[in-house]
T-cell receptor, first 114, second 114 residues
Framework: AQTVTQSQPEMSVQEAETVTLSCTYDTSESDYYLFWYKQPPSRQMILVIRQEAYKQQNATENRFSVNFQKAAKSFSLKISDSQLGDAAMYFCAYSSNTGNQFYFGTGTSLTVIP | DVKVTQSSRYLVKRTGEKVFLECVQDMDHENMFWYRQDPGLGLRLIYFSYDVKMKEKGDIPEGYSVSREKKERFSLILESASTNQTSMYLC?????????????FGEGSWLTVV
């Protein structure tokens, strides 16, 4: 089974600064999708950003961008101009193009310091 | 917008009780999932269903069962609740396999077993 590893249980960032959350994964497949999900204290898990493995260009959504290194099986999330509302648990996830399942990391808790 | 609704946000049950957690999605998604979320362990898949009356075990199915009689509804059943089942339970849905379909989550159900 695929595994997703988030090695940073907790991170903190000063408001308006930039922070990078790390994620690595293990797979033998060539066609797959990667996601970052955000879970604020209210607990609704929402999609932040999505990357298709066959696309070399890194996905970007406003202040959120990824650094996708397919050969290294690395998928990090960069949050620029951090805001108080970015404080949350962030989960990295993997989904195969041929399967129904999603595989999640253990999460990184991000604190934003005013 | 996709909406995944979990019927109960907070429940307190006694050891040995039968517990039902209900989930409804409104986007005609084929796949539905039940995850358990515990600190430091991330999301662990209990069961998922890719069609009505179809189910597959996830990583931690012991002590749980599921029911999917209608496409939009997926129920998680704790046959005899135990204190080690105190946790946050997340329901999710996604369109059919492939194309990196995004998974959508409900708000979660906090279950305490006393």
């Amino acid at each position: 089974a695929q595994t997703v590893t988030q090695s940073q249980p907790e991170m903190s960032v000063q408001e308006a600064e930039t922070v990078t959350l790390s994620c690595t994964y293990d797979t033998s497949e060539s066609d797959y999708y990667l996601f970052w999900y955000k879970q604020p204290p209210s607990r609704q898990m929402i999609l932040v950003i999505r990357q298709e493995a066959y696309k070399q260009q890194n996905a970007t959504e406003n202040r959120f961008s990824v650094n996708f290194q397919k050969a290294a099986k690395s998928f990090s999330l960069k949050i620029s101009d951090s805001q108080l509302g970015d404080a949350a648990m962030y989960f990295c996830a993997y989904s195969s193009n041929t399967g129904n399942q999603f595989y999640f990391g253990t999460g990184t808790s991000l604190t934003v310091i005013p | 917008d996709v909406k995944v609704t979990q019927s109960s946000r907070y429940l307190v049950k006694r050891t040995g009780e039968k517990v039902f957690l209900e989930c409804v999605q409104d986007m005609d998604h084929e796949n539905m999932f039940w995850y358990r979320q515990d600190p430091g362990l991330g999301l662990r898949l209990i069961y998922f269903s890719y069609d009505v009356k179809m189910k597959e075990k996830g990583d931690i199915p012991e002590g749980y069962s599921v029911s999917r009689e209608k496409k939009e509804r997926f129920s998680l059943i704790l046959e005899s609740a135990s204190t080690n089942q105190t946790s946050m339970y997340l329901c999710a849905s996604s369109p059919y396999r492939g194309q990196g379909n995004t998974i959508y989550f409900g708000e979660g159900s906090w279950l305490t077993v006393v």
